[in-house]
């Protein structure tokens, strides 16, 4: 069963605590890859690029 019973006790998050925890996780990944990159003297990058559905995308 996927659905928690009435007994259960669980905290919901406020869409402010989420959006607070995700802009920190986000800073600290941006602090980490600049770190990173800051080691490395070349980067490649790519992209893919196609049409489906008369719709175009890049991924």
């Known amino acids: 069963n ?3 019973s009435p007994t ?3 905290h919901v ?3 402010g605590t989420i959006k ?3 802009e920190k996780v986000t800073l600290e990944m941006k602090k980490n890859l600049k770190a990173a990159m ?3 003297e070349y980067i490649a990058t790519t992209t893919d690029c196609w ?9």
């Not at 049409?51 to 991924?59: E, P, Q």
Request: hydrophobic letters at 25%; one cysteine or more; aromatic letters at 4%.
């Open 38 to 40: 800051s080691e490395v």
């Open 20 to 22: 607070n925890k995700v």
């Open 8 to 10: 259960t006790r669980c």
């Open 51 to 59: 049409t489906a559905h008369k719709r175009s995308s890049i991924g």
């Open 13 to 15: 998050m406020s869409r």
């Open 2 to 4: 996927s659905y928690a």
